[in-house]
């Protein structure tokens, strides 16, 4: 089992800058793929970044250039630092681990508000 915990959300006007941290803990060696993903109300969930253990990453068109994930390895820790952020950036953000490159995410962390209002 793995157990993820988000913290770092907030309110921010727009141009603003947060930074999202997932700490993993448990059986973290298994995990291969951590992400975040996010949900604005009344919308389905999407990926919004994803980092492999390998260091590769994945981010959506609609954050590319303004959000950037990575990883403390010594610290078990995922970040998710967004910059310029925008009205449409508001959403619950959760942090996701899978122990693999492909398919479902097996674990989900509770998720961390971000309002981005002026």
């Known amino acids: 089992q793995v157990q993820l915990v988000e913290s770092g959300g907030g309110l921010v006007q727009p141009g603003g800058s947060l930074r999202l941290s997932c700490a993993a803990s448990?059986?973290?060696?298994?995990?291969?793929?951590m992400g975040w993903y996010r949900q604005a109300p009344g919308k389905q969930r999407e990926l919004v970044a994803t980092?492999?253990?390998?260091?590769?990453?994945y981010y959506a068109d609609s954050v590319k250039g303004r959000f950037t994930i990575f990883r403390d390895n010594a610290k078990n820790t995922v970040y998710l630092q967004m910059n310029n952020l925008k009205l449409e950036d508001t959403a619950v953000y959760y942090c996701a681990a899978k122990a693999s490159s492909v398919g479902k995410y097996d674990y989900w962390g509770q998720g961390t508000q971000v309002t981005v209002s002026s």
């Open positions: 448990g059986s973290i060696f298994s995990i291969v793929t």
């Open positions: 980092i492999t253990s390998g260091g590769s990453t």
